[in-house]
């Protein structure tokens, strides 16, 4: 199973109630032109069940908020690695 296919596994095997923060009325942040915006999804993020798996799947993006790192900042490469203490 892929990274891909275990994001999908887990946002499928969310609880009851359990919400995704990109799912919300604030999702245009996630791919904002602004980079401060996509600095407040990316915070966002980090109170979401699938940060983890999030932040694997999105490892080779270059666009957008993937698992709270921001793919298009300059320093994205310092920080692509998947934080388990961040869920
Ligand atoms: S971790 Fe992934 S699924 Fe969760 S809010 Fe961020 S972008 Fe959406």
Redesign the pocket.
């Known amino acids: 199973m892929n990274a891909r296919e275990r994001l999908a596994v887990e946002i499928v095997s969310l609880a009851p109630g359990e919400r995704?923060?990109?799912g919300s009325s604030d999702r245009a942040l996630?791919t904002s032109e602004d980079a401060t915006e996509r600095a407040r999804a990316a915070r966002?993020?980090l109170a979401?069940p699938?940060?983890v798996a999030?932040?694997e799947a999105g490892a080779d993006e270059t666009t957008g908020?993937?698992?709270?790192v921001d793919r298009e900042a300059s320093d994205a490469g310092a920080v692509r690695e998947c934080r388990a203490d961040a869920a």
Not at 65 to 68: A, D, E, K, L, Q
Request: aromatic share 14%.
């Open positions: 995704l923060p990109c996630w966002a993020c979401c699938v940060v999030c932040c908020v993937w698992g709270g």
